[in-house]
């Protein structure tokens, strides 16, 4: 039963998007021909003047319903930003597209032209047409996984993250990879899938790719790898895409309790210290100026209580404010610095100023209200 209702949330879905999508028939002078492409655009997109990464797919007559799917779905939750999606058709051109040179492994003819059309007229109209941010994520399955790897090899790479599902490699692919990761000067994620279910070969090729992957010594390249055990070499996609996407945006989720536990509860420093990097490397990977969270703000409050490292509240105080200037967040987080560290009278007129402002992170009025009142009658003020 449990099933059932699962696989029918995802044929809504994929309904959903497939409604929203926008289809257009891309004139490209480099192939000599109209290609079939899918767009589609953030729910938030006319509602503001925000910028969007890029999510391309090959194999779009297959893979971009998918990949628009958890895009809307894990964005939606915010564990990845919203993301303008675009899906490339390959039905019945698909092997004239990834042609590669038995010699060298890399592109000619057709192949070549495909790969340029890509670089040099589609993600350029992509970037003229929309409001898009630096970050460019490519996604292949297959041969096409094979192929995304040729934008990477570029001296500028052309997208910041790949999502390799069961590549199936040209010969001299992992040596080319093995040399541009070592050199690579840039954050670069790559994520490998494959299963026990695979085709042996693609199988033993993306097992030996990540092999070599981990060998590297190079802090840029930020890799993960999953070996799943059922799925087919079809159904792959449906499985490693939402991993694929939880890994390369990782740092952009908010505060899970693993990360609260493991890491923010052992900090020697400053919990805030690491809430403001946490938002600046996502500015530094993705573009994104992205306002802190207030459930992060929580998480880090809760941290500051539990270590009993009260003198950080006062940082967390005049952080919320600046993020948050019309709620009470901010004086919340002072008062109870000021409580903490012996200035109860101080504490009580901050906790009182904090009244006129907006709730917000679980803290009412009504509580500030009653931490005032307590102080008054505890020292008689």
């Known amino acids: 039963m449990k099933r059932f209702i699962y696989l029918f949330v995802i044929v809504l879905l994929v309904q959903n998007i497939s409604a929203q999508a926008t289809f257009k ?73 990834m042609l590669y040179s038995e ?28 409001r898009t941010e630096k970050f460019k994520v490519a996604i292949g399955h297959g041969v096409t996984a094979n192929f995304i790897n040729y934008y990477l090899l570029k001296e500028e790479p052309l997208f910041n993250a790949y999502i390799a599902i069961s590549p199936d490699l040209a010969p001299d692919m992992t040596s080319f990879l093995s040399e541009k990761f070592s050199k690579i000067e840039s954050k670069i994620f790559y994520y490998l899938a494959t299963s026990n ?117 006062e940082s967390l105080g005049k952080l919320a404010r600046k993020q948050y200037p019309n709620t009470l967040l901010g004086n919340y987080y002072l008062g109870r610095f000021y409580e903490e560290t012996g200035n109860p009278k101080k504490a009580m007129k901050t906790y009182q100023s904090a009244y006129i402002l907006e709730e917000a992170g679980g803290i009412t009025k009504d509580h500030v209200l009653e931490l005032s009142e307590q102080i008054k009658a505890d020292f008689g003020y």
């Open 103 to 130: 010699q060298n492994s890399l592109p000619i003819e057709t192949g070549a032209a495909f790969f340029e059309f890509i670089s040099m007229e589609l993600i350029p109209y992509i970037e003229k047409t929309y």
């Open 25 to 97: 028939s891309f004139n490209s002078e480099i192939l000599g021909e109209a290609r079939d492409i899918k767009i589609l655009l953030p729910k938030s997109y006319g509602t503001g003047e925000k910028s969007y990464p890029i999510i391309l797919t090959l194999d779009g007559d297959y893979m971009f319903e998918i990949v628009s799917g958890n895009v809307d779905y894990a964005s939606y939750w915010e564990d990845i930003p919203e993301a303008i999606v675009v899906g490339v058709n390959q039905f019945g051109k698909r092997d004239n597209d």
């Open 197 to 313: 279910n695979d085709v042996k070969s693609l199988q033993e090729g993306t097992k030996a790719l990540n092999n070599t992957i981990k060998t590297v010594e190079n802090k840029n390249v930020l890799s993960s790898f999953d070996n799943f055990e059922d799925p087919t070499h079809y159904s792959l996609p449906a499985h490693a895409i939402p991993n694929a996407l939880e890994d390369i945006f990782f740092v952009f989720r908010p505060i899970s309790k693993q990360e609260y536990k493991d890491t923010i509860l052992k900090l020697e420093g400053s919990p805030v210290d690491y809430l403001i990097e946490k938002y600046e490397t996502i500015e530094d990977l993705f573009g994104l100026d992205k306002q802190i969270l207030i459930n992060d703000f929580r998480a880090i409050a809760a941290a500051i209580k539990k270590t009993e490292k009260y003198e950080y509240f």
